[in-house]
T-cell receptor, first 115, second 115 residues
Framework: DQQVKQNSPSLSVQEGRISILNCDYTNSMFDYFLWYKKYPAEGPTFLISISSIKDKNEDGRFTVFLNKSAKHLSLHIVPSQPGDSAVYFCAASATDTGTASKLTFGTGTRLQVTL | NAGVTQTPKFQVLKTGQSMTLQCAQDMNHEYMSWYRQDPGMGLRLIHYSVGAGITDQGEVPNGYNVSRSTTEDFPLRLLSAAPSQTSVYFC??????????????FGDGTRLSIL
């Protein structure tokens, strides 16, 4: 039972345009959400996060939006750059589990930014 | 400034062999964890530790043992390797398992094949 879902395995966007990566979750106990970026042969690296008490968090070119009623979050990258080409993982955690760092990951979306 | 170091990077085992995947961090992080990444499955939590001497099971613990005798090291042991354990294994650490604002740092992974 996949509690965090990324339904788009891949996405191709032109350089300079907006990239929108989507993530849905089913567990109502999740109260913190993160996006990780992963290059081939490397480990995931933290990109941006959002608490369930917010609906938006912005860091430079990256913005994460959270819609709790729809159990949906999205990552916007504006403008997209070739170096953004990577696999993006959505992850979620539930503070009530007693360990905030236990993450449940989605299956990932491979973003390709073309010239 | 090594961060999270995983060894080896690649390993091939025969069914029934045992092996220890090493993970070390030099950031004085209390929380450490092991994930496995399989195609189409995202990253799944195997075991985690909130501090030296304390370990607990994650989502997919069967077939794996861990121990945490020091803050720096968190080895993952396969006692009798099975083909289903063929995967890419990632170790991660963070300052505290209770602090959402301390995202996890991942190692570059160990690619393990069981024949």
């Amino acid at each position: 039972d996949q509690q965090v879902k990324q339904n788009s395995p891949s996405l191709s966007v032109q350089e300079g345009r907006i990239s929108i990566l989507n993530c849905d979750y089913t567990n109502s106990m999740f109260d913190y959400f993160l996006w990780y970026k992963k290059y081939p042969a490397e480990g995931p690296t933290f990109l941006i996060s959002i608490s369930s008490i917010k609906d938006k968090n912005e860091d430079g070119r990256f913005t994460v939006f959270l819609n709790k009623s729809a159990k949906h979050l999205s990552l916007h990258i504006v403008p997209s750059q070739p170096g953004d080409s990577a696999v993006y993982f959505c992850a979620a955690s539930a503070t009530d589990t007693g360990t905030a760092s236990k993450l449940t990951f989605g299956t990932g979306t491979r973003l390709q930014v073309t010239l | 400034n090594a961060g999270v170091t995983q060894t080896p990077k690649f390993q091939v085992l025969k069914t029934g062999q045992s092996m220890t995947l090493q993970c070390a961090q030099d950031m004085n992080h209390e929380y450490m964890s092991w994930y496995r990444q399989d195609p189409g499955m995202g990253l799944r939590l195997i075991h985690y530790s909130v501090g030296a001497g304390i370990t607990d099971q994650g989502e997919v613990p069967n077939g794996y043992n861990v121990s945490r005798s020091t803050t720096e090291d968190f080895p993952l042991r396969l006692l009798s390797a099975a083909p289903s354990q063929t995967s890419v294994y990632f170790c991660a650490s963070s300052y505290s398992g209770q602090d959402h604002n301390q995202p996890q740092h991942f190692g570059d992974g160990t690619r393990l094949s069981i024949l």
